[in-house]
């Protein structure tokens, strides 16, 4: 099969359980996905690190749906939260998409509100988890 645009290589066998193969055979299937090659993932995890806003990792989350069909959870944990390890970061499983990025993806966003725990606090602050800390 010959697509428009350039794919991710695959992976190498028994290290992933992406299913890049089967969706590349399966007619009329999402392949958004693939178009993150390595290079592109490299900028968009570079991308998720220096986030300034939450209002700017929304505004990631929506454009990695649009882009390449990934659905990025973030919110509070279920338990306190008292680190960035405390919210919780959940990448959607999707076939193409490989075991690798799905971690890779909220470390990246994990140390981007290390960096500016302000985005941290108005992240709770929107599940109204500090309405009664003022």
């Known amino acids: 099969m010959t697509l428009p645009f350039p794919i991710r290589?695959?992976?190498?066998?028994?290290?992933?359980?992406?299913?890049?193969?089967?969706?590349l055979e399966t007619p009329?299937?999402?392949?958004?996905?693939?178009?993150?090659?390595?290079?592109?993932?490299?900028r968009l995890l570079d991308r998720?690190?220096?986030?300034?806003?939450?209002?700017d990792l929304q505004?990631?989350?929506?454009?990695?749906?649009?882009?390449?069909?990934?659905?990025?959870e973030i919110a509070p944990g279920h338990n306190?939260?008292?680190?960035?390890?405390?919210i919780?970061?959940?990448?959607?499983?999707?076939?193409?998409?490989?075991?690798?990025l799905r971690q890779s993806i909220p470390a990246a966003i994990r140390r981007g509100l290390e960096k500016h725990p302000e985005i941290a606090y108005r992240l709770l602050d929107s599940h109204d988890l500090l309405r009664d800390a003022w």
């Open 9 to 23: 290589s695959p992976c190498p066998p028994g290290a992933c359980d992406c299913q890049r193969d089967r969706l």
């Open 28 to 42: 009329g299937a999402d392949l958004r996905v693939l178009r993150l090659t390595r290079q592109e993932e490299r």
């Open 48 to 55: 998720l690190e220096n986030i300034r806003s939450l209002e």
């Open 59 to 72: 505004h990631m989350q929506e454009r990695m749906y649009e882009l390449l069909g990934l659905r990025v």
């Open 80 to 86: 306190e939260v008292r680190s960035m390890r405390g």
């Open 88 to 100: 919780a970061i959940q990448v959607l499983e999707q076939p193409g998409l490989c075991r690798k």
